[in-house]
């Protein structure tokens, strides 16, 4: 019998894994070092200092590289590529050793440190994101998934929220509250360990709640990482004479589940460690325990979490009124914020260890937050060693919303680099 993620799709993954295992810098060189003499797509780093700041600008990571294993494609909005954490984990640390993301979102910078034999410790605000992260981590088989789902009774009658028929099918709706309920029994949010297939359903319901194609729960909806609002939709439907059709809720989650999958099961490789809570206030994490910090915060106001996730926390059960998701409107206020995050990160980081911090960019440019992160690791036993620049191309997401590249939106990865003395 063949497998159902294809005959090789194991093997492809030894591969994969095998390949991370070798070191691509085993030298002494810094990690400046390592940037400035960095030309893996054909150029060399370019060098310059602005406002007391030095910038290393390069395209250090690309579409056109090595893709990155496909468990990554978990949608959420503003996250960044896995090859941005793997240039660090790759350079900055060595098997076993504790790389964490303070804001972990979807949970990219965990899940590639576990795909690098690193122990992966996360942490988020949303409890959201320990549900996208936790079954990636422990991943289950695709026959433990099928198992899984089989489970669930289907037909029992439940308490259906009829507005959400602005987005589904009522038949869809109804077997929707029935799988909802069903993971919300055996997968109750308190409930730190729930069972690999059950938690992996739940991830993949989470993402396939609204989107653009046959491949979600519900009638077309924009963008597909994120929920409109109950009326928005209707105005959908009605400038599209839509009508939300039925859809087939397990067989969509096993052919999520095979994509997924198709680089092979991951393997379980070192503990890993994920919190609720905010992000300078990490409590749990030893003192100088963490060889590498990779993350990004939000940036001020232009993100709406909140209001971007309200269909997932309510599928997941999760109080969003209780949820205190910083938006700092000033960038005072959000640099009071940072540095407050710095002096935990300075905490729970080892010496030696770096921080690699992730800002992007914002209004078109007019913003550099990188500036308030250098400003706000003032008075801490940071060494700041520069702002790395990786050029990059629009993201599918920002194409959604009709911008162009170069035009508004998130240009280039602009990254804090620090190191704890």
């Known amino acids: 019998m063949s497998h159902p993620l294809g005959g090789n799709a194991l093997e492809n993954f030894e591969t994969f894994f095998a390949n991370d295992e070798v070191a691509e810098e085993s030298s002494d060189l810094s990690i400046i070092d390592k940037i400035k003499t960095f030309d893996g797509f054909g150029e060399k780093t370019q060098a310059y200092t602005a406002n007391g700041i030095q ?17 990554h ?11 941005l954490p793997e240039f660090f984990i790759r ?15 979807r949970g990219t910078t965990p899940v590639e440190a576990h795909l690098l034999g690193r122990k992966a410790t996360g942490n988020d605000i949303n409890p959201l994101s320990v549900m996208l992260t936790r079954p990636r981590l422990n991943v289950p088989s695709y026959d433990q998934v099928q198992l899984a789902l089989a489970e669930v009774d289907w037909e029992r009658n439940v308490e259906v929220r009829k507005d959400l028929e602005a987005f589904y099918h009522p038949e869809t709706l109804r077997r929707l509250c029935v799988l909802r309920e069903h993971l919300l029994k055996h997968a109750p949010l308190d409930k730190s360990a729930p069972d690999p297939a059950i938690d992996w359903i739940r991830m993949i319901a989470i993402n ?15 963008p597909p990482n994120q929920a409109v609002s109950v009326e928005r939709q209707l105005r959908i439907n009605e400038k599209r004479r839509q009508i939300p059709p039925l859809r087939d809720l397990t067989s969509i989650i096993l052919k999520k589940t095979r994509s997924l999958l198709r680089s092979g099961v991951p393997k379980t490789a070192c503990a890993s460690d994920l919190l609720v809570g905010a992000a300078h206030d990490l409590k749990g994490i030893p003192d100088g325990s963490v060889a590498l910090t990779v993350t990004s915060p939000p940036f001020l106001d232009v993100v709406q979490y909140a209001d971007d996730n309200w269909l997932r926390c309510w599928f997941a059960g999760i109080n969003t009124t209780a949820v205190e998701i910083s938006m700092h409107k000033t960038e005072e206020a959000w640099q009071d914020m940072v540095h407050q995050v710095l002096k935990e990160q300075a905490r729970v980081l080892r010496r030696g260890g770096h921080v690699a911090f992730e800002v992007g960019e914002v209004r078109n440019g007019r913003v550099l937050l990188e500036e308030a992160v250098w400003r706000a690791a003032d008075g801490l036993p940071f060494e700041r060693l520069g702002v790395m620049v990786n050029q990059q191309e629009f993201t599918k997401t920002a194409n959604c919303w009709g911008v162009g590249n170069n035009a508004k939106g998130t240009n280039t990865n602009r990254i804090v680099l620090l190191k704890r003395r």
């Open 55 to 71: 910038y290393f600008v390069n395209e250090y990571w690309t579409s056109g590289q090595r893709k990155a294993h496909s468990i």
């Open 208 to 222: 396939r709640l609204t989107g653009h194609s046959a491949g979600f729960f519900s009638v077309y909806s924009l």
């Open 73 to 83: 494609e978990v949608s959420y909005r503003a996250c960044f590529k896995p090859q």
């Open 91 to 105: 350079r900055l640390t060595n098997p076993g050793d504790v790389v964490l993301d303070p804001f972990m979102g």
